[in-house]
């Protein structure tokens, strides 16, 4: 999500004078005023429903209903993983409690050819990348052959490596890392805007929504209040603006459907969390990763849910500040 580790370090200060309270709002200028607003200094999962901070999980993901490419039911997944060098051992942990059969990744942090393509080729699984150093990247994993389609956004090569779509298990499957945007005073985030006018291009100029189609991936934007634990306080801030929900409708309105949202209420659920500040246990987040998918996906669609689980820690291992979130189709022949 961020360039590098003191970037990040500047977001979440600016976080913690959000959540002490407004009053000890700071532009924490000391390092990099630009991030007092990245991630909103606030965290996000999903507001308890009876206001106790209790989370309810919306469904249990059985470690046993992947599909491992046979099978009525293919599972696909999007994750971001804020780094594939500090998080493979949680990925391999996840990939062999879960058993997705296509992966759409985030946030890799590491050369295309740094990617570890023989481990993960050992777990079943075909790769294909499109990332760069240090920060961005997105890759796709799938248990059945993968051909490659689109590397990189056409016009927003200036942005990173943030898209990736291959054609794999009946499916054409994209997976994006969309910018941030920082603060709503910041230039990039009418860059961002623009991002997503090109990806909206993108799919008008190159995609059929007739056809079986996922956009998975981080978005950064809550598209509706209940995507974010406190709407109210930041509405008209960074992933809470009028600008950056048309952009997100715009890709809806093309075709897709959000199929978490279409299959469950308005139940607060999230899927990013801060690190800091309790944010996982005060159920203070946001829903900004999603599996959008077309019509002919949304009809085969028979659960959609947030890995929650999988944002606590495993046998010593770091969760990222995502979890993951999974659908489970009937298998596109």
Not at 246 to 262: F, K, T
Request: hydrophobic fraction near 35%; charged fraction near 30%; aromatic fraction near 8%.
């Amino acid at each position: 999500m961020f360039r590098c580790e003191a970037e990040q370090d500047n977001a979440v200060a600016a976080i913690h004078g959000v959540l002490t309270g407004i009053r000890h709002e700071r532009s924490n200028d000391r390092r990099s005023g630009a991030f007092a607003e990245a991630r909103l200094g606030y965290a996000a999962n999903r507001g308890g429903r009876e206001g106790t901070g209790a989370m309810t999980e919306r469904a249990t993901v059985e470690a046993d209903s992947g599909g491992g490419g046979a099978g009525s039911m293919l599972r696909v997944a999007t994750w971001n993983i804020n780094g594939m060098r500090a998080r493979f051992d949680f990925l391999v942990h996840w990939l062999r409690a879960r058993r997705p059969d296509v992966v759409g990744l985030q946030e890799l942090k590491m050369p295309e050819d740094a990617v570890p393509r023989r481990e993960l080729e050992q777990l079943g699984y075909a790769v294909e990348a499109c990332s760069e150093k240090s920060w961005n990247g997105v890759a796709v994993l799938s248990r059945l052959p993968i051909e490659v389609v689109q590397s990189g956004l056409p016009g927003g090569e200036e942005h990173g490596a943030r898209l990736l779509t291959v054609r794999t298990a009946g499916l054409l499957f994209t997976t994006v890392y969309c910018p941030n945007g920082k603060s709503v005073e910041h230039d990039d985030f009418s860059r961002k805007l623009e991002w997503f006018d090109r990806l909206a291009e993108h799919l008008a100029e190159s995609r059929d929504p007739h056809e079986p189609y996922v956009l998975a991936g981080d978005f950064n934007i809550c598209r509706r209040g209940v995507d974010s634990w406190d709407a109210a306080r930041f509405e008209g801030r960074i992933f809470h603006t009028a600008e950056e929900r048309r952009r997100l409708d715009a890709l809806i309105d093309w075709g897709l459907e959000d199929l978490y949202r279409s299959r469950g209420p308005d139940d607060g659920a999230f899927s990013w969390w801060d690190y800091r500040g309790g944010a996982f246990h005060r159920n203070q987040g946001l829903r900004i990763d999603l599996l959008l998918g077309t019509r002919a996906v949304g009809e085969r669609t028979r659960d959609v849910t947030i890995d929650r689980d999988y944002r606590k820690k495993k046998d010593g291992l770091v969760a990222s500040d995502h979890a993951p979130v999974l659908a489970d189709l009937v298998r596109l022949e």
